[in-house]
C-alpha cells in the first residue's frame, strides 16, 4: 500500500480536515488544524506531504519521526498541528486496512466509555447559570465556563467579584454533585490568579484551566498555595519535550494535551504515559471537530489516566455547522448519561460524509480570535 494524495479541506465553523488516499483506495482522515491558522497549517501540511508521497502509510512511527525529527527546526502549533492530522489520518487507515479500531492497535481499550462535558456560555460568560441547567437538563454531569473577562496583571476587586459571583451561579444552578471546570483561559497573570483562585476554593471545582499562560507555569508554584482545587493545563504544550519539564516540576494536577496539535495519536499516547508516571490526570482537550473528536476517543480507550473528555457539541464557536454535520452516522458518537461510548469501527470509527464536506469547503472560513483591549488601550489576552 503507498500513499498517493493528501488533501486538506477548510470547512466552517473554523476547521481544517485532512483526507490521505492510498493506491488500494483506503482513505484516512484527520483533523491538523490550529484554531485561527487553517491556511497555515494547510500549508505545512502540504510541505510535508513531499515525503509522504509514495510512503507506505502503516509505517506511523518511522513517519513521525522522519516528519519531526528530519527538520532542524521543529516543534510547535504550526508544525506539531500539520504532524498531528497526518497521523491521525494514518492511524485510520490501518485501522481501516485491518478492520479493526485504533484503539485495538494501541493494546485495546480500558474503558467502554468516557465521561463528557459540555461549555456553557461564551467568550465573556452571561447568563451561565440558565445555560448549565440546559446542559444538565439534557444528562450531562459536568460543565465547563470562562471564569473571567479581560484582566490587567493588576486589577479591580470588582472583576473578581463578579467572576465569582458566576460560578456561584452555576453551582446554585446545578447543585452539589456536578462538576463545575473553569477556564482561565491564560487572560488572568500571577497577581490576580492568586486571588481569584483563592475565592472559587468554596464552590468545589473539578478543576481550574490554564490558571496562567503555559509559558508562565512556574507561577502555579504559588497560585497552589492558594487552592487545594485541581490545576489543569496543557492544551498550549505541543510535545513530551513541552510536558516534560511541567510534569517534573509538580504544580499541575491534570495535563490537556489536543491531539489536534500536540502530534497527533502517536505523541499523544507517549504525553499521557509520561503523566501517569507523576500520577497525573488526562482530559484531553477538544473543541474542535468530529475527527479530532473520534481521535480524542481512541485515546481514551487506552490511557488510563483519562477521567474526562472535552467535546464541542454545541459551543458557542459552532454557529454554522456543529460536529456531526459532517459525518455519515452521527449515532458514532452516543452521548448518554453524562458519557459518550467509545467508537468500535474500524480506525477511528467514523464515517466522513466526503460529500457535505467538499459542499462546505467551498464556503470555506477565515476565523480569527477577537483582539480584546483593556481600558487604557493596551492589548488584551483572550
Known amino acids: 500500500m503507498k500513499i498517493t494524495r493528501l488533501t486538506t479541506y477548510i470547512v466552517p ?14 482513505v484516512g482522515w484527520g483533523e491538523p488544524i490550529v484554531e485561527g491558522r487553517a491556511h497555515s497549517v494547510a500549508a505545512a501540511v502540504e510541505e510535508l506531504a513531499d515525503y509522504l508521497i509514495g510512503k507506505d502509510p502503516r509505517l506511523i512511527e518511522d513517519h513521525w519521526n522522519v516528519l519531526y525529527r528530519a527538520g532542524f527546526y521543529r516543534g510547535g ?26 484503539h485495538a492497535l494501541l493494546g485495546g481499550q480500558c474503558r467502554e466509555r468516557i465521561k463528557v462535558y459540555s461549555w456553557i456560555g461564551g467568550d465573556r460568560p452571561a447568563d451561565v447559570a440558565r445555560a448549565a441547567r440546559e446542559v444538565v437538563g439534557r444528562g450531562f454531569s ?28 452555576v453551582r446554585e444552578a446545578v447543585g452539589p454533585d456536578i462538576g463545575i471546570g473553569v477556564d482561565f483561559h491564560g487572560r488572568v497573570h500571577k497577581p490576580m490568579a492568586k486571588i481569584l483562585a483563592r475565592e472559587l476554593e468554596p464552590y468545589r471545582l473539578m478543576f481550574i484551566e490554564e490558571p496562567v499562560l503555559s509559558e508562565n507555569y512556574e507561577a502555579l508554584r504559588d497560585i497552589r498555595e492558594h487552592t487545594s482545587t485541581p490545576i489543569a493545563l496543557g492544551e498550549r504544550l505541543f510535545s513530551r519535550w513541552d510536558f516534560k519539564r511541567v510534569l517534573a516540576d509538580g504544580f499541575v494536577d491534570i495535563i490537556q494535551p489536543d491531539p489536534s496539535h500536540s502530534g497527533g495519536i502517536t505523541e499523544t499516547r507517549k504525553i499521557a504515559a509520561m503523566a501517569e508516571a507523576y500520577d497525573v490526570a488526562l482530559a484531553l482537550h477538544c473543541p474542535l471537530g468530529p475527527i479530532a473528536l473520534a481521535a480524542n476517543l481512541q485515546l481514551d480507550a487506552v490511557c488510563y ?31 448518554r448519561d453524562g458519557f459518550v461510548d467509545i467508537p468500535q469501527g474500524p480506525g477511528l470509527g467514523i464515517e466522513v460524509n466526503e460529500d457535505y464536506v467538499l459542499e462546505r469547503a467551498d464556503v470555506g472560513h477565515r476565523w480569527r480570535n477577537p483582539v480584546w483591549r483593556h481600558a487604557d488601550g493596551s492589548v488584551a489576552e483572550w
Not at 14 to 26: A, C, P, Q, S, Y
Not at 80 to 92: E, K, P, T, V
Not at 305 to 325: C, K, M, R, T, V
Open 305 to 335: 489516566n483519562a477521567f474526562i473528555q472535552e467535546q464541542s457539541l454545541g459551543i458557542h464557536y459552532n454557529e454554522s455547522n456543529d460536529i456531526l454535520d459532517y459525518l455519515a452516522r452521527p449515532e458514532v458518537f452516543a452521548y
Open 77 to 102: 502549533p504550526i508544525h506539531m498541528s500539520a504532524l498531528a492530522g497526518i497521523d491521525q489520518a494514518l492511524w485510520d487507515i490501518k485501522g481501516k486496512a485491518l478492520g479493526v479500531p485504533v
Open 142 to 169: 459536568a460543565v465547563k465556563m470562562n471564569g473571567t473577562e479581560e484582566l490587567q496583571f493588576v486589577d479591580s476587586h470588582a472583576k473578581i467579584d463578579a467572576a465569582v459571583a458566576n460560578v456561584a451561579a
Open 13 to 26: 465553523p473554523r476547521w481544517l480536515f485532512l483526507k490521505v488516499e492510498t493506491d488500494e483506495g483506503i
